[in-house]
């Protein structure tokens, strides 16, 4: 019997080795005591899979912001803990991640296997750059092909339709917002008035409301990835802006006698002065496109559906990513190839060239 203190909880452990003779189980005892240095105070046959996954998310926590924080848990808690939680790390096999992401694929979640083998990937790293395990047995496992959600987007028709439709409404110039800008969800929801310019005709995006699981989680916070920016709007914008902002001024008074206000200086705040909540949001969206006669599409299909248009009518590619906030020009290439390819086909090599003269 070996007795030591795990150094990560503080408590004494006891660790019976066993072998054919005394010469042989004294050399288990100096590699068990070797290796209980190396490990930190608890030896990787002790050490689970869960065990791992707590410290990872431990650290993981104090490097990211509360929605991936959220993705990250859920999925720990979700997928690899009860699929591989209870194993030791040591014993870790390919075998058993392959049979984790045959069971998800085979329940029609295949995108959920790709997540959970990448946090598996990561929290295995992390494994093996703490010296917990020699190798990072997921790197072995490739994804499984997914089926790629094709998202619809309206043509400018719908666009017109939808946005007379909810003339007179609350919602009405937040939509021109999201419809115009390609701005993020996020961003519109915690958009402020010092943020808005109308004398320059400028909207500059420097934050976002991340709206976490836990009300008091959610918090303001700078765009995502910092794509801090600064979007020049058309004058047909500024004019509902201005109107929205002086009826706006006229319902306060009501607003806060009516309810709870609380005063963030928002651009389009709920009925209580606060962000509003992503939920509410969408289920409003959702019920104005179906009055609408327009498809219902998500939230973001609105930013897709302003870069497209963007691009359709001749915006240089490097100013729809600077307007959509995109890290550089390759991001925006690759996500809105179609509306390329479609002006490619409207403007062939040669079309000017030789076209014939009148």
Not at 322 to 350: C, F, M, N
Request: charge should be positive; proline fraction near 4%; glycine fraction near 6%.
């Amino acid at each position: 019997m070996v007795s030591y203190v795990d150094l990560e909880t503080g408590q004494m452990r006891r660790k019976s080795l066993s072998a054919k003779s005394r010469s042989a189980v004294l050399e288990r005892k100096r590699l068990f005591e070797r290796e209980l240095q190396q490990m930190g105070g608890l030896p990787s046959q002790e050490r689970t899979v869960a065990m791992l996954l707590d410290a990872w998310l431990a650290e993981k926590r104090l490097r990211v912001g509360v929605k991936s924080d959220e993705d990250y848990t859920r999925v720990v808690e979700k997928r690899l803990k009860p699929a591989l939680g209870t194993l030791p790390l040591a014993k870790l096999k390919l075998a058993d991640i392959e049979r984790m992401v045959s069971s998800l694929v085979g329940a029609g979640k295949a995108g959920e296997a790709n997540r959970a083998l990448a946090r598996l990937r990561m929290a295995l790293a992390y494994a093996v750059k703490h010296d917990w395990t020699e190798k990072n047995v997921a790197e072995q496992c490739s994804p499984v092909p997914v089926r790629e959600q094709q998202h619809q987007i309206w043509q400018p028709d719908e666009v017109m339709r939808f946005l007379r439709f909810t003339e007179g409404s609350r919602y009405h110039v937040m939509y021109a917002v999201f419809l115009s800008t390609g701005m993020r969800s996020g961003e519109v929801r915690g958009l402020q008035w010092e943020d808005v310019n109308l004398d320059a005709a400028t909207i500059q995006v420097q934050r976002q409301w991340l709206e976490a699981a836990r009300a008091q989680d959610s918090r303001f916070a700078p765009p995502k990835r910092g794509s801090t920016r600064r979007i020049h709007i058309q004058e047909d914008l500024i004019s509902l802006l201005r109107i929205h902002r002086d009826h706006l001024k006229d319902r306060q008074q009501e607003m806060e006698e009516a309810y709870a206000w609380s005063d963030f200086d928002l651009v389009f705040p709920s009925l209580r002065g606060t962000p509003m909540l992503a939920t509410n949001l969408l289920r409003q969206f959702r019920a104005d496109a179906r009055g609408a006669g327009v498809p219902e599409i998500r939230l973001h299909d609105m930013r897709d559906t302003a870069a497209s248009t963007l691009l359709a009518s001749g915006t240089p590619l490097t100013l729809v990513a600077e307007i959509l906030g995109h890290k550089d020009t390759s991001v925006t290439l690759k996500k809105y190839a179609h509306v390329l390819d479609r002006q490619r086909q409207e403007h062939p090599v040669g079309h000017a060239m030789y076209r014939p003269q009148k």
